[in-house]
């Protein structure tokens, strides 16, 4: 009995100790998860469109907590033109390792903190530079120490997601309207991403050279953006319709 209530003790704490917050999308009120990547085709897009992720932070603990995101690396960018937006606080411009807002912002217990938060690829519309930028959510109790579990996220920018010619001239996909499988035939082994209208990656997979086919079943019916890269890193996409 006392190893029983030991062990219950223990799954407790570690629950408690991830439990301290969580982030949404605004656009569908998704939770954002550990190391999820968002991605985006488009640069310096405008306010309402999707490129401007927006994004709400709930203290789902307790206590107060206090709220600073951290820039922990950067690809393909030093940082400027990019606008990071929480508690108030825009910056335009970020730098590698800082944290932002320089004053943790305070969220009371079962409360949101929501209004104009988001992060923002202000680059020019016609950048061909791929870039990302990677942020730590991090909570502090009132005396700076840390709470519970960081949360990881990417913002990711390919401008190879727009549907361009084929670098691949032997590729065939179809049907373009599809319910579970989608069949392609290639001359080489290709890996597959698939792109949602926001621009998230949201399923991968792998081809064999010849026939073969993808199990779509799993994803929701809309308009998917297919990328196809082979072992040389040249791709091309398709556009298609999962019913």
């Known amino acids: 009995m006392k190893k029983t209530l030991l062990f219950m003790g223990l799954i407790l704490a570690s629950f408690a100790a991830n439990a301290q917050f969580e982030v949404r999308d605004k656009s569908d009120d998704s939770i954002v998860t550990e190391g999820q990547t968002i991605n985006f085709s488009d ?141 392609v035939n290639s001359t080489e082994d290709l890996t597959v991403d698939f792109f949602d209208l926001l621009g998230r990656n949201v399923k991968q997979a792998n081809i064999v050279s010849g026939g073969d086919k993808i199990n779509i079943s799993d994803l929701s019916a809309q308009p998917y953006i297919v990328r196809f890269t082979n072992e040389e890193g040249e791709s091309t996409t398709k556009k298609i319709v999962k019913q």
Request: net charge negative; with cysteine; proline share 4%.
């Open 43 to 183: 640069a310096g897009c405008d306010y309402l469109d999707p490129c401007n992720w927006k994004f709400k932070v709930t203290n789902t603990s307790s206590e107060a907590i206090y709220m600073r995101i951290f820039v922990d690396n950067l690809v393909g960018t030093d940082g400027s033109n990019f606008q990071l937006c929480f508690a108030g606080v825009c910056l335009n411009n970020i730098a590698l390792n800082s944290g932002y807002p320089s004053t943790a912002a305070m969220i009371a217990p079962g409360t949101t903190n929501s209004a104009g938060n988001n992060f923002w690829n202000q680059n020019a519309i016609d950048t061909s530079t791929a870039m990302s930028w990677t942020f730590r959510f991090q909570a502090f109790d009132v005396n700076g120490n840390t709470l519970g579990t960081p949360l990881n996220v990417t913002y990711n920018y390919t401008p190879a997601l727009s549907i361009d010619d084929s670098q691949l001239s032997t590729l065939e996909v179809y049907p373009t309207s599809v319910k579970n499988e989608l069949s």
